[in-house]
């Protein structure tokens, strides 16, 4: 008898032992916590700049919020659910209360945990107001970009060209066209029908295209559809951008002109001027679904890429783009958490140089949350070019969030769409082929961008042959001249060509964009 109780109370010491518990750890800074993921004791999970969730051995610290014992049973979900005040919280979670715990109220936010598996997907409270709480480790960016040719002091030519080719009229009308399915939740065959229509656009465009399943806890839901343009000379390293084309209401349909086919559109209107160049790095176009439930394809994604080693050097979000309350200045709240600094001093050194005017104010989205902090928690920077984060649409999550009431400014989704467009070509860089090779020869190329001609001065008594190469490298137009001279452009498509000049044996290469 002494032998079995001995057993019994032996292993009543291994399961205290061993046991876990899901904490809540506030936090004064990204140095407290890199310190926190740097503990071999602790398990983190998931972080904002206010706060961390992790698993440890034990509760004993006074600092730590306990969340849960024995946490991360089959079945059993977590959430961190975002509260504003355009939320009726009691109402919430009373509405909640059959099929869910709270097991922190932290004023803005919850912290939930539900039986998803005998209850099925928990509904968040608010637009953009949940995040899944996954089991496996999270991982915290070094904040190294890790590109050495980013500093820039002036406009880049063919950028200014690119500009030229953002058409506001291509970005409404897919706005309307994704608007048009009625709903976009993820669960509905129409968000289905909108991804298979994204798939069919990211592959006219001549893009390797991915469609992505991920698990939904409610069952058959749409997928990522992931688009990539392989880079020339560092194909493993990747510029990603992307933005969620599901929607969601709290009754009626759920249209999502601005949340989010307007950033879905932002993304999609880049991928199509961009997939007819080449460039040094790869650049991926994303199309998530299952944000509105909790970051799920985000999450799905970035974790898998993480898991591979994947080399995302920064990802710049779309979401909500398309509203400007009337009488205000147009501009964007930055968001982004501490360990995305620079890649935010990055996308506003970019967008000062390119769009003077575009006022970029760094903001802190307490209430709410979007795809980019899936890359953050996988060990990526990623930032989110926000509308203005106190006067953003009111008709998101309604039957009003259409074309006219909700996405009511196309200027500003043109401007939100080129400044994401230049901070991702200038990571990127445009590849200039490989068999041409710059001197010293002096020569002037004009105009830049070109229409119709394009002039070379040379020095007087100077000769040269010229070529105009396309961005693969091939030759598609070939001419002698001496001193200066023009050569005809007009029939080339639109797109980047490089003037390639030699004379006495010597090259120079002049990057010039054709337009229409």
Not at 113 to 135: H, T, W
Not at 466 to 483: H, L, P, R, W
Request: glycine share 8%; proline share 5%.
């Amino acid at each position: 008898m002494k032998q079995f109780f001995a057993l019994i109370l032996f292993a009543f010491l291994t399961i205290s032992l061993f046991a876990e518990t899901l904490v809540l750890i506030p936090v004064k800074g990204l140095e407290e916590t890199r310190s926190l993921f740097n503990d071999p004791t602790k398990t983190v999970h998931f972080y904002r700049d206010e706060f961390v969730i992790a698993t440890i051995k034990n509760d004993g610290a006074d600092h730590f919020i306990t969340l849960d014992k024995n946490p991360w049973q089959p079945g059993i979900s977590y959430y961190l659910v975002y509260i504003d005040n355009t939320v009726d919280k009691d109402f919430y979670t009373s509405a909640i209360a059959h099929r869910a715990t709270i097991l922190h109220d932290g004023g803005w936010h919850l912290i939930v945990s539900s039986n998803e598996s005998r209850y099925g997907q928990l509904p968040p409270a608010k637009n953009d107001g949940m995040v899944r709480i996954f089991q496996r480790p999270a991982r915290l960016t070094d904040g190294q970009l890790r590109v050495s040719s980013l500093k820039i002091s002036e406009p880049d030519p063919f950028i200014l060209g690119l500009f030229e080719q953002v058409n506001t009229d291509s970005i409404t009308h897919r706005v309307q066209h994704l608007e048009d399915y009625g709903t976009r939740d993820a669960y509905m065959p129409m968000s289905i029908q909108a991804q298979e229509w994204i798939e069919e656009k990211f592959l006219s465009w001549g893009l390797d295209v991915e469609v992505m399943d991920f698990y939904m806890p409610g069952g058959p839901s749409s997928d990522n559809v992931i688009a990539t343009l392989t880079g020339t000379e560092y194909p493993d390293e990747f510029v990603v951008l992307g933005g969620h084309y599901d929607s969601i209401s709290w009754s009626g349909d759920a249209p999502g002109a601005d949340d989010n086919a307007s950033g879905t559109s932002g993304v999609m209107e880049i991928a199509r001027i961009l997939s007819q160049y080449t460039f040094k790095r790869s650049i991926i176009f994303c199309a998530f679904s299952g944000e509105e439930y909790g970051l799920f394809g985000s999450a799905a994604y970035a974790s898998r890429a993480a898991e591979n080693g994947k080399n995302i050097l920064g990802y710049f979000n779309m979401d909500m783009i398309g509203y400007l309350k009337p009488g205000n200045t147009m501009m964007t709240s930055l968001i982004y958490p501490a360990s995305a600094q620079e890649l935010a001093d990055f996308y506003t050194d970019v967008t000062a140089l390119y769009l003077p005017d575009f006022l970029v104010i760094p903001g802190n989205l307490i209430g709410g949350d979007s795809d980019h902090t899936s890359f953050n928690n996988n060990g990526y920077m990623g930032i989110f070019p926000f509308e203005d984060i106190n006067n953003y649409s009111p008709y998101i999550h309604t039957s009003n969030d259409l074309v006219g009431p909700s996405y009511n400014n196309e200027e500003q989704a043109t401007v939100f769409t080129k400044a994401v467009l230049a901070s991702v070509v200038t990571m990127a860089e445009v590849a200039v082929p490989a068999s041409v090779e710059e001197s010293a020869v002096l020569t002037t190329v004009f105009p830049n961008p070109a229409k119709d001609y394009i002039t070379i001065a040379l020095p007087t008594d100077q000769k040269a042959t010229i070529a105009i190469n396309d961005a693969s490298g091939k030759t598609v137009k070939q001419q002698s001249i001496e001193g200066s001279g023009t050569i005809s452009v007009t029939g080339l498509a639109p797109g980047t060509y490089f003037v390639v000049i030699t004379s006495g044996g010597e090259k120079k290469v002049h990057k010039v964009m054709v337009q229409q």
